[in-house]
């Protein structure tokens, strides 16, 4: 199972573009990479996920280089609501264990 | 209004009782999972389910018991055996087939008078 490395916190502020980096250097051919967002006291919630290459969707890019051995989670245009802990995962999709790290608590300020 | 219900929000034990976490789902999901959350810290898988009938220990399941009688229900049981029950619990579930995206419930904070 690949283990994550991701920084502890992050601070930023309205209005800006953050950009959360995840480092995976053990990730297998099988594994997709996936980042989930978690408010105080709540059950975390699915952001986006990516093979390779960049993926988007209305709330985040992932963007992925072609050794697979990191990752870019980019929220654009913050406010104080995307202030949340954000955890990356690798895994198998055929594997039902996956390895959950502290994750990066992101702090946006006004 | 599809989605996942944990209950009780809030559950206090005295030590030594058994107590039993609800965890229910109709989103007509396959696989369901219990975590175990501590402050500050990631998940831990406690125990996971892919069909009824059928689950498979975690990375922290001792002192935890449950069952699959449902393809809708899994609940938790905490046991007088685990030592260190207070922390934050999820219950979470998915297709089979994609066991990478997970949907949550809300949670069950378990403290331990």
């Known amino acids: 199972l690949a283990k994550t490395t991701q920084p502890i916190s992050m601070d930023s502020y309205e209005g800006q573009e953050v950009n959360i980096t995840c480092s995976h250097n053990?990730?297998?051919?099988?594994?997709?990479i996936t980042w989930y967002q978690q408010f105080p006291s709540q059950g975390p919630r699915f952001i986006i996920q990516?093979?390779?290459?960049?993926v988007t969707n209305e709330v985040a890019s992932l963007f992925i280089p072609a050794d697979r051995k990191s990752s870019t989670l980019s929220l654009p245009r913050v406010s104080l609501s995307d202030t949340a802990v954000y955890y990356c995962?690798?895994?198998?999709?055929?594997?039902?264990?996956?390895?959950w790290g502290a994750g990066t608590k992101l702090i946006i300020k006004p | 209004d599809g989605g996942i219900t944990q209950s009780p929000k809030y559950l206090f034990r005295k030590e030594g009782q058994n107590v039993t976490l609800s965890c229910e789902q109709n989103?007509?999901?396959?696989?369901m999972y219990w975590y175990r959350q501590d402050p500050g810290q990631g998940l831990r898988l406690i125990y996971y389910?892919?069909?009824?009938?059928?689950?498979q220990k975690g990375d922290i399941a001792e002192g935890y018991s449950v069952s699959r009688e449902k393809k809708e229900s899994f609940p938790l049981t905490v046991t007088s055996a685990q030592k260190n029950p207070t922390a934050f619990y999820l219950c979470?579930?998915?297709?089979?087939?994609?066991?990478?995206?997970?949907?949550f419930g809300p949670g069950t904070r378990l403290t331990v008078l």
């Open positions: 389910s892919q069909i009824v009938n059928d689950f």
């Open positions: 989103l007509n999901h396959d696989a």
């Open positions: 053990n990730i297998a051919t099988n594994d997709y």
């Open positions: 990516g093979y390779k290459t960049k």
């Open positions: 979470a579930s998915n297709w089979a087939a994609n066991t990478d995206t997970q949907y």
């Open positions: 995962l690798v895994g198998d999709p055929s594997n039902y264990q996956l390895i």
